[in-house]
């Protein structure tokens, strides 16, 4: 009696069960000797890879400004760095570049800012940095309390409020700048004033909500298995969290701090 199976009537028909050519003894060793498993194209990003580029993009951060400070870097050429150092961060944030030079580039530059701004601050007001240093790393170690505890979760009503309260603090911080061309302190949010004050600590806190943002995309970025490279743009949003939360907290302690 004939047999039904489709595969054992190709072998009838062409001599191989799935009815191809059968393989010459090349293609057989070139089988044999593929590997058993090719690994991913790229590997995920992993916690690991964050706290690496963040050390390295905060660090190239910290030792620009602390060279800026050295060699006592007149504010001038502070102010045209920080304006290179924006521009490389809008091109970083908006088109979510992972390119390290164009990361890095935006440490050197920022940093060079940061660190001749600090400079001028302790002149006036010794020991400030430090006491700012300090602040940054305590707001730090509660934001990343807040979010490993689920104090505060990150959902999208959050992120937008976030990004509307950013919105408005530029816009304030812009008409602030053009009023004082014409009235001294411009309209007083950024004067040792208690306006002064309530706007310095509304930055702050915008800070540490940025913080919390960053902390939350990172967690879901390696729950989503993004790659490697991502973890360069994870480590500057964190740089840019905590440096905004820095000069805030110095301007902040200015405040109270007696000028030599």
């Not at 940061?114 to 700012?132: K, R």
């Not at 934001?143 to 959050?158: E, M, N, Q």
């Not at 913080?211 to 949003?237: T, V």
């Amino acid at each position: 009696m004939e047999s039904k199976n489709p595969i054992f009537s190709r072998q009838r028909k062409g001599g191989q069960a799935w009815g191809g050519p059968t393989p010459s003894p090349e293609q057989l060793q070139g089988m044999y000797d593929a590997p058993a498993y090719a690994p991913p194209a790229q590997r995920p990003m992993t916690i690991d890879d964050v706290v690496v580029r963040g050390f390295m993009t905060l660090g190239t951060l910290v030792v620009t400004g602390a060279a800026a400070w050295v060699l006592n870097v007149p504010l001038g050429i502070a102010v045209a760095c920080a304006l290179v150092g924006v521009v490389l961060a809008l091109i970083a944030s908006f088109k979510q570049s992972t390119n390290p030079a164009l990361i890095l580039g935006y440490a050197v530059f920022y940093g060079v800012f940061v660190g001749a701004l600090s400079h001028q601050y302790e002149m006036f007001y010794n020991g400030i940095v430090l006491q700012a240093v300090l602040g940054t790393a305590f707001a730090f170690g509660a934001v990343l309390a807040v979010h490993s505890l689920k104090i505060i979760r990150v959902t999208p009503k959050l992120v937008r409020f976030v990004s509307a309260a950013a919105i408005a603090a530029l816009a304030l911080m812009l008409v602030n700048l053009v009023v004082g061309f014409f009235n001294d302190g411009g309209i007083g949010i950024r004067t040792d004033s208690p306006l002064g004050w309530v706007f310095s600590i509304a930055m702050i806190l915008l800070g540490c909500f940025f913080l919390l943002l960053d902390f939350d995309s990172i967690e879901q970025a390696i729950r989503m298995g993004a790659p490697e490279k991502f973890a360069w743009q994870a480590a500057f949003g964190l740089t840019l969290s905590l440096v905004w939360i820095y000069l805030e907290v110095l301007r902040f302690v200015s405040y109270f701090t007696s000028s030599d």
